[in-house]
Nanobody, 114 residues
């Protein structure tokens, strides 16, 4: 069974940091580009960051310079380091990959509030 499990979310004050993890099982991430998405209440899911199989990265304009995506193929895990968090970063964060039969995970809630 292929699946992704996100973790590391929580409540943080504006300006704070969080590190999200995405653990894969049932497939090896090394052959896939890996992505983080987020969905805020009342909004569509949006792409936040992507890391290729050769570790090149891309980011949404709204998070450039604040978020860093990385992958550890040995641990079959992808990370999202989020710094200088803003209230508008509040959302459920999901990871995903173009793997056949892979469904969206449960995500991890990030709330940025004072």
């Amino acid at each position: 069974q292929v699946q992704l499990v996100e973790s590391g979310g929580g409540l943080v004050q504006p300006g704070g940091s969080l590190r999200l993890s995405c653990a894969a099982s049932g497939f090896t991430i090394s052959i896939y580009p890996m992505s983080w998405y987020r969905q805020a209440p009342g909004k569509e899911r949006e792409l936040v960051a992507r890391v290729s199989t050769v570790h090149s990265t891309m980011y949404a304009d709204s998070v450039k310079g604040r978020f860093t995506i990385s992958r550890d193929n040995a641990k079959n895990t992808v990370y999202l380091q989020m710094n200088i968090l803003k209230p508008e970063d509040t959302a459920v964060y999901y990871c995903n990959a173009p793997v056949p039969s892979l469904s969206w995970g449960q995500g991890t809630q990030v709330t940025v509030s004072s």
